[in-house]
């Protein structure tokens, strides 16, 4: 197929891109090149020639429909999107405005495109959201995809409105949709403003460890080349109009987590070591969701895909990456709330 994969260059999307390409698909990558977007995410692919790069914003229509229109993509994956819930809590008008309205302004331009084509039953548009829309979870049960969307941040209502509008066009105007739900991503190129990545870089520097709270919210992680594996999957497999979570079947507590990072650091770094001697506790953020866990029985049964990198090798992978790719994380210490503590309200 010929993907146009927006958010290309950030994390999830960036891994996606390396993915289809690495299975034989070509891609147009659409990106704004915002705050966490990084082209050095997919250098390994960027001079193959099923590759193409647009620099330019999903809120832009009129740039939207000139790439629709030269490149003609079988498939929308659409992952951009702004997406650290501290920040959406010191400034919501930028996820209302991506998320939201840049879903809105994508959709209109794909459904156009995909009329104008003689409405193909083969195209797809795939919209990547998280599991954050359904809220929070007690000490038991799972997220389905019937669970009763509860989101309480703004980033999270962002994207649970964005999930709306793409099954609202799916239902009204026939377009072909698909959505996916996935739990918290980690690994390689994950922009050092998330708890993994914030964690390993800060024993790198023996700076203090931030945990908020007492580090007892809970979260399902998942090895982001599995997630772009699990995403190409639905993309090929999925039933249309069908919604698919994806988790990594990892849960664990973020202090847990924390300390099994340091226990890592120790292992590579044992100059550092203790480094759980840096765990700090602070302020916890405003309107914290307790739990996430997703019930992938549906990715399982229908499609036949589950996860193949434990919560342990994938943090001995993705500490050693950032631990050998100095280069990549030490360019991006300068951006934007790099580095600070965002998100007390």
Known sequence: MKILVTGGAGFIGS?????????????????????????????????????????????????????????????VMHL??????????????????????????????????WQRQGAPAAFRFHHIST?????????????????????????SASKAASDHLVRAWGETYGLPVLVTNCSNNYGPFHFPEKLIPVVILNAVAGKP???????????????????????????????VGRSYNIGGENEARNIDLVRMICTLMDEFRPNGAPHDRLI?????????????AIDPSRM??????????????????????????EDWWRALQSRDGVGQRLGTG
């Open 280 to 292: 700090t506790y602070v302020e916890d953020r405003p309107g914290h969701d307790l739990r996430y």
């Open 15 to 75: 891994a996606v891109v390396r993915a289809a390409i690495g299975q034989g698909h070509s891609v147009v990558n659409v990106d704004a090149l915002t705050y966490a977007a990084c082209l050095d995410n997919v250098a390994s692919v960027g001079g193959s020639e099923a590759y193409a790069f647009e620099h330019a914003d999903i809120r832009d229509r009129a740039a939207m429909d000139r790439i629709l229109a030269e490149h003609a993509p079988d498939a």
């Open 131 to 155: 599991d954050e829309v359904y809220g929070s979870l007690g000490a038991d049960g799972q997220f389905r995809e019937e669970t009763p969307y509860d989101p309480r941040s703004p980033y």
């Open 209 to 239: 460890i931030p945990v908020y709270g007492a580090g007892e919210n809970v979260r399902d992680w998942l090895y982001v080349e599995d997630h772009a594996d699990a995403l190409l999957t639905v993309l090929s497999k999925g039933r």
């Open 80 to 113: 951009a999107a702004e997406s650290h819930v501290d920040r959406s809590i010191d400034g919501p008008a930028a996820f209302i405005d991506t998320n939201v309205m840049g879903t809105f302004t994508l959709l209109e331009a794909a459904r156009e495109h």
């Open 300 to 325: 399982r049964n229908e499609l036949g895909w589950r996860p193949s990198v434990t919560l342990e090798e994938g943090l001995r992978r993705t500490v050693q990456w950032f631990l050998q790719n």
